[in-house]
């Protein structure tokens, strides 16, 4: 690429003023026109796991407060493939369109596929649930915890968007710990309400059995002080 094209890149970046971190580095921006709204996406490098990450931006979120948030782990056959073994993709997509109806907000795509144990393990586990396996059976048996996953990448993305106060798309009580742990207070939970299916039904009922609240509960950080 030559140093023209690399500076029209960076001035776009720079309009919303995104700044690198010791942990975060933008790499990109571009519009991203979808079925629920006209979002912006952000292309960037955790330095923490190595991995390329993106972010779903609404309106301007940088520096801002109280905003919402969805921190999503990527799910290859739910979102792309449209699975009915889990409820990711509805997730998502109930997400883009709330967010698609707010001045500003943000949604964080991790790349840690099959709750952080890979892709290929994560069809490996499902095949363990076609014999009787749960979820969480299935990883452990393969020498993994239930969940794998961190979202201590999602924070430093927070903290580089100048984000600390947030209402946290999200039915995991865990997620909300794990940020609250980390400086970022989560002021609201915004629940998503998922209709099972025949093939996920099992699914839902061992996140339910985890403490993952499927109704209306509230959650935030203060609960996790008392």
Partial sequence: ????????????????????????????????????????????????????????????????EDIPVRIHSECLTGDAFTSLRCDCREQLEFALNYLSQQKHGLLIYLRQEGRGIGLFNKLKAYTLQEIGYDTNEANEALGFRADERSYLVAVDILQALKIHCIKLLTNNPKKVSELCGSDIEVMDRIPIAITPNVYNVKYLSTKSEDGHLMGSESLYCQDENE
């Fill in 1 to 64: 690429m030559s140093d023209e094209l690399e500076k029209q890149i960076r001035e776009r970046i720079v309009e919303l003023n995104l700044k690198d971190t010791e942990l975060v580095h933008f790499g990109s921006i571009a519009k991203l026109p979808t079925q629920f709204g006209d979002f912006n996406i952000i292309g960037l490098l955790s330095l923490r796991d190595m991995k390329e990450h993106a972010v779903i931006v609404k309106g301007n979120p940088v520096g801002k």
